[in-house]
């Protein structure tokens, strides 16, 4: 077989942390769906759909406040684009579809770190989508570098 063989160019990592006031849970993305084996080791949902089926359409559960008082946040934990495909707007849809997915789950914001000389990413997040400065972090990383703690508010028209 002569088939050329297909391999990851971009990866984004992230997980949704669950507050209420006194305690935080840490819930993944895989934990929040609702995907079962049936008999034939395929994968449906719980209503008997197909799991992907409705990925794209907004939840029941986009309420940034549970009845209980839950909010849950949204954080992305490393953005990571091959070197020789960078710059063609592959990190920009990653980290986009992150959102849009942790929107849909309820998310009232997103939080992540980037080192304070990576400008690249410092120009993704804050121009393109609209992140703001929330802290610096001395001596954040194990190099002693500095770090931005980033935050995208998330408002009801996501």
Request: with cysteine.
């Amino acid at each position: 077989e002569n088939r050329r063989q297909r391999r990851p160019i971009g990866c984004v990592v992230c997980k949704i942390d669950m507050e209420d006031g006194e305690t935080e849970d840490i819930i993944t993305l895989e934990q929040e769906q609702t995907s079962n084996h049936n008999d034939n080791g395929t994968s449906e949902s719980s209503d008997g759909e197909h799991p992907n089926k409705n990925e794209s359409q907004p939840s029941n559960n986009n309420n940034a406040n549970n009845n209980d008082g839950t909010q849950f946040t949204g954080y992305i934990g490393m953005l990571a684009v091959e070197k020789t495909h960078r710059r063609s707007g592959i990190g920009t849809v990653l980290v986009q579809r992150a959102i849009h997915r942790m929107a849909q789950l309820g998310c009232h914001s997103i939080k992540l770190e980037t080192e304070v000389t990576n400008k690249g990413a410092m120009n993704l997040y804050e121009d393109r989508l609209g992140f703001v400065r929330e802290e610096l972090l001395k001596k954040y990383y194990l190099n002693w570098g500095d770090a931005y703690r980033l935050r995208l508010w998330i408002t009801g028209g996501r």
